[in-house]
């Protein structure tokens, strides 16, 4: 964001404490580690760090523009008119982040896309983000930033030569999605699919519905929902819709739909797509059959944003798969699966089954770790989990963590001897059972929850295997 004083007040609820209305900054930092000169610094509270506890160094950076909440922390040192940042005194500086972030959306209109999901969401923008740049000069979160903090902070990097934008919403409670939507007044929403997850705060899965629903509830008439065909879950959020609806999925009819899918050796997936009255060929180079899903979803997106079919096809190509999502690493003749970013009871079942699926001369190894967050749901998440670890190709099981232990027991009950089964306590011992364990011609797969940090055993392993 490029703007003056006088663009802030015009934002926000705030006072003006020091410094003139027509003081320039360009650029928005909440890290005064990484603040740069001529920007506005916003000191954002967080369950760390308080930025107002580094209000010295960012004057020391030469800010242009601080926004504060607490003016008693400001450096002793007086600012004198014309030598230092401005300074403006809001209530809340997290709204006001939001509030500069809505500002610019407005500023500087653009057409943007929000992906939701319980999975999957973070691929499916990258994929859409692909596909859009080979036509529009495309704005997207980078990584995983998007929360009520990093949303904000993806649109205040919006330029006017920014066409698009495709912003990634995460949740974990009710009225989270309501607000980023707020922020971020999506064109295009896309939920990639509604499952068990962050079920502390949010109690069932009607919960979760309703949540991820808040992205459709914030569409206009104009605006377009693009909508999962196989997940009953989206299409009865989708029926009440007034906007325009572009369906994607497999299973049921589709208005972008895959067929005659067919998994190549360890390559990925190969299948055709219609879509609406025109035909693809896409060639995904990935792991994971929800893969299919995530591009069709993105296709469904560039199609209703005309996107010609080559072009998306071309986007497709040119996506880079993000880092621990189905991630594939031959080491030592061992073939590991790192799949660690995150976890939940689908994921998990889609990670068994990618297992199952993969070619190997050798014995296939799961390496678990807990699925967090479920809630009341978690014993039986696990249990459950276990039941389809002893009905999988699954030869050896090694689980990390309380949780996960249930699902060795439970797998134990059920698979009479044929899976060899052990627990572990932590990441060292885990490793140096897999170095002594795993031979050239098998394959490991990594997953658990990011607080299991499942891919610390994976390191190690790489570490210790020479």
């Given at each position: 964001m490029e703007g003056q004083t006088q663009d802030c007040l015009n934002a926000l609820e705030g006072q003006l404490l020091q410094g003139g209305l027509n003081c320039p900054f360009r650029g928005v930092s909440i890290n005064s580690r990484t603040v740069a000169e001529g920007e506005l610094f916003v000191c954002i509270k967080g369950d760390r760090f308080d930025g107002h506890d580094f209000l010295a160094d960012a004057?020391?950076?030469?800010?242009?523009?601080?926004?504060?909440?607490?003016?008693?922390?400001?450096?002793?040192?007086?600012?004198?008119?014309?030598?230092?940042?401005?300074?403006?005194?809001?209530?809340?500086?997290?709204?006001?982040?939001?509030?500069?972030?809505?500002?610019?959306?407005?500023?500087?209109?653009?057409?943007?896309?929000?992906?939701?999901?319980?999975?999957?969401?973070?691929?499916?923008?990258?994929?859409?983000?692909?596909?859009?740049?080979?036509?529009?000069?495309?704005?997207?979160?980078?990584g995983n930033l998007n929360n009520h903090i990093g949303?904000?902070?993806?649109?205040?990097?919006?330029?006017?030569?920014?066409?698009?934008?495709?912003?990634?919403?995460?949740?974990?409670?009710?009225g989270e999605i309501k607000r980023l939507a707020e922020i971020a007044q999506p064109d295009i929403g896309v939920i990639t699919n509604i499952s068990e997850g962050h079920l502390v705060q949010l109690k069932s899965l009607k919960d979760i519905q309703s949540a991820k629903g808040e992205l459709f509830d914030a569409l206009t008439e104009e605006s377009t929902a693009i909508v999962n065909a196989d997940d009953p879950l989206i299409l009865e959020l989708a029926r009440s819709l007034r906007t325009k609806t572009v369906t994607f999925g497999i299973d049921q009819p589709a208005d972008v739909r895959a067929s005659e899918i067919e998994n190549k050796d360890n390559l990925g997936f190969q299948f055709k797509v219609s879509l609406f009255d025109?035909?693809?060929?896409?060639?995904?180079?990935?792991?994971?059959?929800?893969?299919?899903?995530?591009?069709?979803?993105?296709?469904?997106?560039?199609y209703s944003l005309g996107i010609k079919e080559d072009a998306m096809a071309r986007g497709l190509e040119n996506y880079q798969r993000m880092s621990q999502r189905?991630?594939?690493?031959?080491?030592?003749?061992?073939?590991?699966?790192?799949?660690?970013?995150?976890?939940?009871?689908?994921?998990?079942?889609?990670?068994?089954?990618?297992?199952?699926?993969?070619?190997?001369?050798?014995r296939r190894i799961f390496v678990i770790g807990d699925m967090l967050e479920l809630g009341d749901l978690s014993i039986a998440a696990h249990q459950k989990l276990g039941e389809e670890i002893a009905a999988s190709k699954t030869n050896i099981l090694i689980t990390l963590g309380e949780l996960a232990s249930l699902s060795?027991?439970?797998?134990?009950?059920?698979?009479?001897?044929?899976?060899?089964?052990?627990?572990?306590?932590?990441?060292?011992?885990?490793?140096?059972?897999?170095?002594?364990?795993?031979?050239?011609?098998?394959?490991?797969?990594?997953?658990?929850?990011?607080?299991?940090?499942?891919?610390?055993?994976?390191?190690?392993?790489?570490?210790?295997?020479?």
């Open positions: 004057i020391e950076k030469k800010v242009s523009g601080i926004i504060l909440s607490d003016p008693e922390k400001l450096p002793s040192k007086p600012i004198r008119s014309g030598e230092g940042p401005f300074v403006i005194h809001v209530q809340d500086t997290l709204k006001a982040l939001q509030d500069l972030a809505g500002f610019q959306r407005k500023r500087y209109p653009f057409q943007v896309v929000a992906v939701t999901g319980t999975n999957g969401k973070s691929t499916t923008k990258e994929m859409i983000a692909s596909i859009l740049a080979t036509r529009f000069n495309t704005l997207k979160t980078q949303l904000p902070l993806t649109l205040l990097k919006r330029e006017p030569s920014h066409e698009m934008g495709v912003l990634e919403l995460g949740m974990s409670a009710a025109k035909t693809l060929s896409v060639r995904l180079p990935y792991l994971g059959y929800c893969n299919i899903y995530n591009a069709l979803a993105a296709l469904a997106t560039g189905n991630e594939q690493i031959q080491h030592k003749g061992v073939d590991l699966i790192n799949d660690a970013y995150n976890a939940n009871p689908r994921s998990m079942t889609e990670a068994l089954k990618t297992l199952d699926n993969f070619k190997t001369q050798g060795a027991k439970s797998a134990q009950a059920l698979a009479e001897g044929r899976i060899q089964i052990l627990e572990f306590a932590n990441h060292q011992e885990a490793a140096e059972f897999l170095t002594q364990e795993a031979v050239s011609g098998d394959c490991v797969m990594f997953k658990g929850s990011r607080g299991s940090a499942m891919e610390k055993v994976l390191q190690i392993f790489m570490e210790n295997k020479n």
